[in-house]
């Protein structure tokens, strides 16, 4: 039955090829014995007319044949994504799993710059790290400050990730989770052998859109991670600088467990504001800084 419908589709009915054949038979054995003129043409007409058919039948069929190995390539093709789809999510999940349960292989210090902007392109974070390796380090993740207050899919190229290693060889930066949580995969190559400084930028484009609208917000940072050593952070040193616009008025931070210490605001060269929080012992901790500074208006 399959077999059936697939040439019917073509023909629709072996009667119309039937036809098409008489006519075009007929009218070229017929052209060279009438002599009236009008017979001619009538002849010549209806010779033209099954040719035409014919020339627009074949036309259809290998239309039809195009159309059908079209659309069976488009299901390959779209199976064939969907398979490499899946594999690249497994691969993801498996190097999520492995840097999630690996201890990691070092120590750090670890800088942090958080500007708050003006508007929402100029809100920008700099992470800027020294490395001690333990006794070596290729690879590693983290994980940008995006806004979470959105369902929206934050990847690595809407918030201008750089990378920067100023001696000693390059970083590749791989996205791992497309979410609200963004997870960049850094590989270092050559690997780190020796005290390493390297830092990371992006632009989290409206992060702290909140804070300008409604003049309060909040940043948190998870410390959790345990080291090889056995201690409970990475970190030797943890430093975080809050940059804040011009006002009349000064911002004001602090930290909601009293981690750390906080400095007072001060202005810089710019007249920005600065406040600098620092932990000289940071120990594994979630910390929360509280944000505020009054609404230009």
């Known amino acids: 039955m399959a077999e059936t419908s697939k040439y019917e589709t073509f023909y629709k009915g072996p009667l119309n090829v039937f036809v098409m054949l008489i006519g075009s038979a007929s009218g070229v054995a017929q052209l060279a014995d009438f002599s009236s003129a009008i017979g001619q043409w009538v002849l010549t007409a209806v010779f033209l007319a099954s040719l035409l058919y014919f020339v627009v039948r074949v036309w259809q069929i290998g239309f039809v044949v195009k159309i059908r190995e079209l659309r069976a390539e488009l299901l390959e093709a779209t199976k064939a994504l969907a398979l490499q789809r899946a594999g690249h999510q497994h691969y993801l999940d498996a190097i999520q799993r492995i840097s999630e349960r690996e201890k990691p ?21 700099v992470e800027k790290r020294v490395t001690t ?16 207050d959105t369902d929206r899919l934050a990847r690595i190229d809407e918030i201008s990730f750089k990378t920067v290693r100023p001696v000693g060889g390059t970083i590749t930066a791989l996205p791992l989770e497309q979410s609200r949580r963004l997870r960049v995969w850094l590989i270092f190559d050559p690997a780190m052998t020796t ?3 390297w830092q990371v930028e992006y ?43 011009e006002s009349d008025q000064p911002p004001s931070v602090k930290e909601r467990q009293g981690y750390g210490r906080m400095s007072e605001p001060e202005r810089d060269h710019r007249g920005r504001w600065e406040v600098v929080w620092r932990d000289e012992k940071p120990a594994g901790r979630r910390y929360v800084w509280d944000l505020t500074q009054p609404v230009a208006s």
């Open 195 to 197: 005290p390493t400084e």
């Open 105 to 125: 292989l070092f120590s750090e210090t670890i800088e942090v710059l958080v500007t708050v902007g003006a508007d929402d392109d100029s809100d920008s974070i």
């Open 203 to 245: 632009r989290p484009r409206g992060l702290w859109r909140p804070l300008r609208e409604r003049g309060w917000d909040q940043l948190a940072w998870e410390d959790r991670l345990p080291a090889a050593s056995g201690a409970p952070s990475a970190f030797t040193r943890f430093v975080v600088t809050f940059s804040f616009p």
């Open 133 to 148: 390796p333990e006794p070596l380090v290729t690879h590693r993740t983290l994980r940008p400050i995006v806004p979470t």
